[in-house]
């Protein structure tokens, strides 16, 4: 497979189950790396960049949104997580 996104670009992975969206989206967030291949962002093979680096360039949003731990505010506010907070608060 290969499939280029312009700079600023958006991707909708369409398909039935067991076509492959899952694998191309765990390839593209180095959840791990591909056997054969390769995977580049920006010209760049992946595996040069660190996992954190290449994961804050990527954004996902799915189709069915879980509900996450907390609060509502706090599940419609999420950001970025700070260094300082380790845990959820209980």
Request: hydrophobic share 35%; glycine share 10%; proline share 8%.
């Amino acid at each position: 497979m290969s499939f280029q996104v312009p700079p600023h670009g958006h991707v909708a992975l369409i398909g039935s189950s067991g076509a492959g969206k899952s694998t191309v989206f765990a390839l593209a967030e180095r959840f791990y790396d591909p056997d054969a291949g390769r995977v580049l962002f920006d010209g760049r093979d992946v595996r040069a960049v660190s996992r954190a680096e290449h994961r804050s360039r990527i954004g996902l949003v799915e189709q069915h949104s879980p509900v996450l731990y907390g609060p509502l505010r706090e599940n419609c506010c999420t950001r970025r997580p700070t260094r300082a907070r380790t845990s959820w608060p209980g």
